[in-house]
């Protein structure tokens, strides 16, 4: 059994992709010491629209992964080959998923009522739907989409800063850890959302709670396609 947070984020910024590369090294291996302070065997680099390969000499592993920015909302894509760069709001979630599956990865629906529609795809051959760490409350609509779909749940913090990881994690039934191994115990259903109710992340998704009221990005089920150009909840207010 290994502990996993399979939604994370090794910037704390979006764009300014030359800056990003420069400090992703510095913030791969931060996130992971913390993920591994806090009991994790493991967590995704899970950066919008492209990958690096970073895996920092520390106790947790780092695997690889990327949230594409569909013309519908986020998906996360994790397993041994993600691809390595992607346009925000280019691709459709089937272009998505096929693009996953090609790369022999497995495809998440992220955050699902934040921001997003993919959950209103019935014909598009998703892997899992993720319990976000920023509002885990709204699990209950998760569990019921992802048992209409017949699909497992697996859970991520979407760590932007290093403290958050591990606020939610997917345990994995596995004899190891290696990209494969967690896309396969994805496919099977071999996983478990899991959410910690330590003080510091519930006082952090209060914060998280009231930026996306005001955003108007939970639950937005009327909002036009996000995401395009940007990642969704992140457009210019200017």
Known sequence: MYLVDLHAHTRFFHGHRSLGDRFDPLG??????????????????????????????????????????????????????????TKPGALSPAETVALAHDHDCAAIVAHPFRNSTVRELTDVPFDAIEVNGKHPRSRPLVEKLASERNLPLVGGSDAHYPFEVGRAYTTIESERLTPEAVVEAIRDGRVEAQVSRSTLDEVVRRGYRAIHRRKRVIDAIERPTPGVGTPPGEESTE
């Open 28 to 85: 791969a291996r931060v996130l992971t010491e913390i993920a591994a302070r806090r009991g994790l065997d493991g967590v995704a680099t899970t950066n919008h629209d492209y990958y690096t390969d970073l895996n920092p000499a520390v106790d947790a592993i780092t695997l690889p992964g990327i949230e594409i920015t569909t013309d519908r909302g986020h998906v996360l894509v994790v397993g041994p080959d993600p691809p390595a760069e």
